[in-house]
């Protein structure tokens, strides 16, 4: 991990279960091809995502954290880290390929499953969350997006949320079932 650029003022610095927003590409470092540019995709926007949970490769999630909006970095990440034996041929990357990739992070924010998103969505503090509590709680997210959804996308979110994240199948979302961050407020 190289950083590249450092902000005088380095606050909040970001960690496991953050929601940033960053610009990244990556390039193959066996040839230096380009095989993903962030300010191409989503009309230049940059993208959003929780850290350390998995929506990108490990590799990111390691190398971005502790990084301050403002921040530039550019790391090297080992096949093992990436995409391994297996490559990436959508993203057209060859097996056992070594990447490096340039960030630029601009925020920072808490992430959807911080503890006060958790009270938030625990109307009866049982520090449970039913299904009645998540099904209104995104009701209220769909309706502050504005997004035109299929009433069918309600249920399946739903479902799917449970699927994820209810490991005893009791119905319902403990609060160490829902923290994935493992806060101890909890």
């Not at 503090?125 to 996308?153: C, M, V």
Request: glycine share 8%; net charge negative.
């Amino acid at each position: 991990i190289e950083v590249v650029q450092l902000p005088e003022v380095c606050s909040p610095k970001s960690k496991k279960g953050d929601l940033l927003n960053a610009h990244y590409d990556g390039f193959l470092a066996s040839d230096g091809s380009k095989f993903y540019c962030s300010r191409t995709q989503n009309e230049g926007h940059p993208k959003w995502f929780v850290l350390g949970v998995g929506q990108v490769i490990k590799g990111l999630d390691i190398a971005m954290m502790n990084m301050c909006p403002g921040e530039k970095r550019k790391v090297i990440i080992p096949p093992s880290l990436a995409y391994g034996q297996q490559g990436y041929a959508q993203g057209k990357i060859p097996p056992n390929a070594t990447l490096i990739f340039e960030i630029e992070l601009y925020a920072v924010n808490k992430g959807p499953r911080s503890v006060e998103a958790f009270h938030q969505i625990d109307k009866d503090s049982d520090k449970k969350l039913s299904q009645l509590e998540i099904s209104q709680y995104l009701k209220e997210e769909f309706a502050r997006d504005g997004k035109k959804r299929h009433p069918s996308a309600h249920d399946e979110i739903l479902a799917d949320i449970f699927k994820k994240n209810d490991h005893d199948g009791d119905g319902f979302i403990s609060a160490k079932e829902y923290n994935v961050y493992q806060h101890d407020e909890l």
